[in-house]
């Protein structure tokens, strides 16, 4: 056979080949994810086989957030969207019944242990102290009355505790293959392995917190984002906001708040990468506590920040509430 013939023979053999790339495009699921965290769960969870949009990104407050006319269309045209739920993205509902999506929306605290947001009961009882009964009636009349996105009954933040995190992966683990039965064996594998990690990190953190005299467990931050690592880890958190960013404090809550921080000798203060640090850079001054640096609440930060995922949001919170506290 001639080069020429031997050449055509190839180039045909070749042309008549399946072109991997596009197939696998094609068949990637669309997720839409509502904030930066869970966008990273998913990335962690479904690797290379699905194409994710988070609807609010790096540095970004999902309490406040307002939804473009975009993120409709991108709901819209989504195979799965994944969210918190507990009232956590007030924007929720309406862009869904918006975008009038037929995607499954999965809301992924499902099934795990959820903290109560009353003044009554569990880790919120110190913010009972610092505001008040009538200080929180008019709150909450005020806030209702502007109509202004309130969390309801529970504390929407839960993936502020691993172990909650880890049924975060399992949920998204299930949404997929609910989605996409042909990637189910990956996407359980992606989970398991990103499972060990977060166990691995569970340790980290409570072997960093029993190296904190249990005296000194107690830190301001901006807002009320961290009842879950506090119930975990034993590290006690005041807060002059509630569990919304939108819920200002007056200048009673401040005053309450820094009487009950002088009571507690809390030891270290913190501004939030979601929040204005215009109000705990006051509380500073007034108590004399050095800032000691910023913790990640609600939102990662961008891919150069200290908190670009999961894992190292978790461990630079850890390590500056370490470092604050025993002065390293």
């Known amino acids: 056979m001639s080069r020429t013939l031997k050449l055509a023979a190839v180039m045909g053999v070749i042309t008549s080949l399946p072109i991997i790339p596009s197939v696998a495009a ?91 947001n009353t003044e009554e009961e569990g880790h919120h009882d110190q913010d009972k102290a610092a505001k008040g009964e009538a200080g929180h009636a008019a709150e909450a009349k005020e806030g209702h009355e502007e109509g202004h996105h309130h969390h309801g009954e529970s504390d929407p933040h839960a993936w502020q505790s691993v172990h909650n995190a880890e049924l975060y992966v399992k949920n998204i683990a299930d949404a997929f293959c609910a989605a996409d039965a042909a990637g189910c064996d990956t996407y359980r594998a992606n989970a398991e392995s990103y499972g060990q990690q977060l166990e691995a990190l569970e340790e980290e953190i409570k072997a960093a917190v029993a190296e904190i005299p249990e005296d000194k467990r107690t830190i301001i931050t901006s807002h009320d984002a961290y009842g879950y690592f506090e119930h975990e880890y034993g590290i006690k958190f005041l807060a002059p906001e509630g569990v919304s960013t939108e819920s200002e404090a007056s200048a009673s809550d401040v005053a309450a708040l820094i009487k009950q921080i002088r009571q507690d000798k809390a030891s270290a203060i913190f501004v939030e990468n979601v929040t204005n640090p215009r109000l705990i850079e006051q509380i500073a001054s007034e108590t004399g506590l050095k800032i000691g640096g910023e913790l990640y609440s609600d939102a990662l930060s961008d891919e150069n920040g200290p908190a670009a995922t999961y894992l190292e949001m978790m461990r630079h919170n850890i390590t500056a509430i370490k470092g604050a506290i025993l002065g390293s």
């Open 26 to 116: 094609a068949e990637n699921l669309k997720v839409v994810a509502s904030f930066s965290v869970i966008a990273d769960f998913a990335k962690n969870v479904g690797g290379d086989r699905v194409d994710i949009i988070t609807l609010v990104g790096p540095n970004g407050d999902a309490h406040v957030y307002e939804p473009k006319p975009a993120d409709a269309a991108t709901v819209g045209s989504a195979d799965v969207v994944l969210v918190n739920g507990l009232q956590f993205e007030g924007f929720l509902q309406r862009l869904v019944e918006a975008s009038a999506t037929k995607a499954p929306v999965v809301e992924l605290t499902k099934g795990g242990e959820v903290l109560r």
